[in-house]
């Protein structure tokens, strides 16, 4: 499973940002997909996650209202918008895909190498 993200960068305070990661996942059966993030000094923690069947999120209490995580089951993708941003939510975000290799039937999990938010007037 390779993941390419995209969309990070510098924004004001209360700006907006995209972030998109692309799966390419053969032979893996992609159960959840989600991104997390994590801030100089902090440990990395769970923003937003969508399974791919049901399309069930699940979002960190500090983004509720702000951050909205959707998938593209055909393409292998999920985004996150991000709204309102404030400076609390610099940080370095991971986009994290879990699934079923099938040759192996092992529930696996892989990483994206990671996009620098930085909220910053």
């Known amino acids: 499973v390779q993941l390419v993200e995209s969309g990070g960068g510098l924004v004001q305070p209360g700006g907006s940002l995209r972030l998109s990661c692309a799966a390419s996942?053969?032979?893996?059966?992609?159960?959840?997909m989600g991104w997390y993030r994590q801030a100089p000094g902090k440990q990395r923690e769970l923003v937003a996650a969508?399974?791919?069947?049901?399309?069930?999120?699940n979002y960190a209490d500090s983004v509720k209202g702000r951050f909205t995580i959707s998938r593209d089951n055909a393409k292998n993708m999920i985004h996150l918008q991000m709204n309102s941003l404030k400076p609390e939510d610099t940080a370095v975000y991971y986009c994290?895909?879990?699934?079923?290799?099938?040759?192996?039937?092992?529930?696996?999990?892989?990483w994206g190498q990671g996009t620098l938010v930085t909220v910053s007037s």
């Open positions: 994290n895909v879990a699934g079923v290799d099938l040759p192996t039937a092992k529930y696996l999990e892989v």
């Open positions: 969508i399974t791919t069947g049901g399309g069930s999120t």
């Open positions: 996942a053969r032979r893996f059966s992609v159960t959840t």
